[in-house]
C-alpha cells in the first residue's frame, strides 16, 4: 500500500509555471507506475499525465502536451508534474494517483485503473 501527498499548488498568472510535487510512503515506490489527475470545477476528474515506474514511458492529454511534463525521483519517492504556459482552463484541484505495475508501458489511463490517490492540491490561474 502507499499513501501520497501532493504539494506545490497555489495562484498563479496564466503564463506562468508551477510544480507540483507527489511524495508516496513506503519503500516500494520503484514498482508503482504514477499519474496526476484534475477536477475543474463543475466537472468530472480529468487524466493529466503519466510515468512507468522507471519513468521510461510517459502520457499526456492533448490538452497539456508540450506544456507539461512529469518526472519521477525514485530514490526521493516522489513524482513531479512541471507545467508551464498555463491557461485559465488549467485551474482545478490535481489529484496524484498511484498503481503498482513493473510493466514498461501502462494499461489504461482511467480513474479506474489507478488504486491510490492523494487528497489534491489546488491550482489557480488568473487570467
Known amino acids: 500500500q502507499v499513501q501520497l501527498v501532493e504539494s506545490g499548488g497555489g495562484l498563479v498568472q496564466a503564463g506562468g509555471s508551477l510544480r507540483l510535487s507527489c511524495a508516496a510512503s513506503?519503500?516500494?515506490?520503484?514498482?508503482?507506475?504514477m499519474g496526476w489527475f484534475r477536477q475543474p470545477p463543475g466537472k468530472e476528474r480529468e487524466f493529466v499525465a503519466a510515468?512507468?515506474?522507471?519513468?521510461?514511458?510517459?502520457y499526456y492529454a492533448d490538452s497539456v502536451k508540450g506544456r507539461f511534463t512529469i518526472s519521477r525521483d525514485n530514490a526521493k519517492n516522489t513524482v513531479y508534474l512541471h507545467m508551464n504556459s498555463l491557461k485559465a482552463e488549467d485551474a482545478a484541484v490535481y489529484y496524484c494517483?498511484?498503481?503498482?505495475?513493473?510493466?514498461?508501458?501502462?494499461?489504461?489511463?482511467?480513474?479506474?485503473?489507478?488504486?491510490?490517490w492523494g487528497q489534491g492540491t489546488q491550482v489557480t490561474v488568473s487570467s
Open positions: 494517483a498511484a498503481r503498482r505495475w513493473s510493466g514498461p508501458r501502462l494499461g489504461e489511463l482511467t480513474e479506474s485503473w489507478f488504486d491510490y
Open positions: 510515468i512507468s515506474w522507471s519513468g521510461s514511458s510517459t
Open positions: 513506503g519503500r516500494t515506490f520503484s514498482s508503482y507506475a
